[in-house]
């Protein structure tokens, strides 16, 4: 994934719309570390669309090379945000290839931090006399927004990542229908998701089969985000007595800091979560569920009779310590492993995912012998068709589009969808290009 980051620069403002890091196995590469094309000195503001570490992770940097002006988000994203941060140091102190200690500090971190203020959706903030920036909600993760600057009357709108409305736990996507100038993803530009109509029952299924085959069900989830929404799903599923009470373990620590975080922000859920919330207090706590913060508890995991069900992290069985419990449980036909979606190409989750019996993960040859399955449609961005009508609600006073943050082949498909279907100007700019608009 792309690290996101924009300079847009109106009225004498520098301003940059996130500052994230390019993720996959080149984490070490130029592309995260090498110089910025700005002086980040000369920037005045930072606005944040949301927590996710392709729109956060180069902050440490931001601030370590004279970044001294404010960062703007919502609250839960400035929340998210520190445990988002602290966890990619713990990842890069631990890669020998590269020494990132100078940049990705504590200190750093804390400086960010100290610079950051939260503001609501909707609340305008102004910059100067003509120019002036509020956020829309995305619906993508909990406090995800988009980032609307209002300069000279015109409307420019960049949209962050655009959530796959409807949610479990978020209200849908803030319809647009007066903007001049769209920024905008295009992850999904050229597919559209499998159904996700089905996804509860085959969650439900694979559970109940896996508790009558007295077996392990491992789930390597994502941690912010998917893991919460797990979790609200298993305790509509053990709350209603659809599966059976068992042992569940989130065994991820980042995961159990976000979720507390997402605790602490109630009032950013969808309807259906907060009346969810007035009928159980504890939208993410269950009997039978058991939070194993610390290594040794996760240790003590082994120990528990099945059947069992664990989450943990890494979503593609990459790392964390979702890879002990493949390397010991996915030899024994009894346990099942079940995938939350798309895996990447490369990883030992896609490898799995594909079929094959022996895989490498981290290291160790593995065989894999328990049940493997797949749901889809837990993706948490808009498909091709869904981007395309949240550009048709504003076709009227489109100026142009700009397609980013995907792919190129998937952002090429989307220009050319909105220039033949809605008759849209629209571009897909290279990294580092520079656009004027008229305002
Ligand atoms: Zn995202």
């Not at 094309?37 to 090379?65: M, N, Q, S, W």
């Not at 969650?203 to 994502?222: C, H, Q, S």
Request: hydrophobic share 35%; glycine share 8%; charged share 25%.
């Amino acid at each position: 994934m792309t690290g996101s980051n924009f300079l847009f620069e109106a009225d004498g403002k520098k301003i940059l719309i996130d500052c994230g890091l390019t993720q996959g196995d080149n984490l070490g590469d130029d592309v995260n570390w090498g110089p910025f094309v700005y002086d980040p000195k000369e920037i005045d503001f930072l606005f944040v669309t949301h927590a996710h570490i392709d729109h956060v992770g180069r902050i440490p940097k931001l601030i370590h090379e004279g970044f001294n002006g404010k960062i703007y988000s919502t609250s839960p994203t400035k929340d998210l945000a520190g445990p988002m941060l602290d966890d990619t140091m713990g990842i890069l102190s631990k890669n020998r290839n590269f020494d990132l200690s100078d940049i990705y500090t504590e200190k750093n971190i804390k400086s960010a931090l100290s610079q950051w203020a939260s503001f609501n959706y909707k609340n305008d903030l102004k910059i100067t006399d003509n120019l002036s920036a509020s956020f829309l909600n995305a619906g993508h993760i909990l406090g995800s927004a988009m980032v609307l600057f209002v300069f000279n009357g015109k409307k420019i709108l960049f949209t962050g990542d655009l959530g796959n409305s409807p949610s479990m736990l978020l209200p849908d996507t803030e319809r647009v229908t007066d903007i001049d100038y769209l920024i905008m993803e295009s992850v999904y530009g050229d597919r559209n998701h499998e159904s996700r109509a089905d996804r509860r029952k085959f969650l439900e299924a694979t559970i109940e089969d896996n508790y009558k085959r007295k077996g392990v069900l491992i789930i390597p989830t994502f941690s912010l985000e998917r893991s919460q929404e797990l979790l609200f799903e298993l305790n509509d599923l053990v709350e209603n007595h659809r599966i059976p009470v068992m042992p569940i373990f989130l065994d991820s620590p980042l995961a159990i800091r976000l979720t507390d975080i997402f605790k602490q922000h109630k009032d950013y859920f969808n309807e259906n979560a907060q009346r969810a919330l007035a009928q159980d207090k504890h939208l993410f706590n269950f009997p039978g569920l058991h939070s194993t913060l610390h290594s040794s508890e996760s240790k003590m995991i082994n120990e528990v009779p099945n059947p069992k069900v664990i989450i943990a992290g890494s979503g593609m069985s990459s790392g964390g310590r979702v890879v002990h419990h493949e390397r010991h449980y996915l030899p024994d036909p009894n346990n099942t492993l079940l995938l939350t979606g798309y895996q990447s190409v490369g990883t030992p989750g896609r490898l799995i995912q594909e079929g094959l019996k022996k895989v490498n993960i981290s290291g160790e040859e593995v065989d894999v012998r328990a049940h493997i399955v797949t749901i889809w449609g837990y993706s948490g961005h808009k498909d091709s068709d869904h981007l395309l009508s949240f550009v048709e609600n504003t076709q009227d006073t489109l100026k142009k589009v700009f397609v980013v943050m995907g792919e190129p082949k998937s952002a090429m498909f989307l220009v050319q969808k909105i220039r033949d279907n809605l008759a849209v100007n629209a571009s897909a700019p290279q990294k580092n290009d520079v656009v004027t608009l008229q305002c």
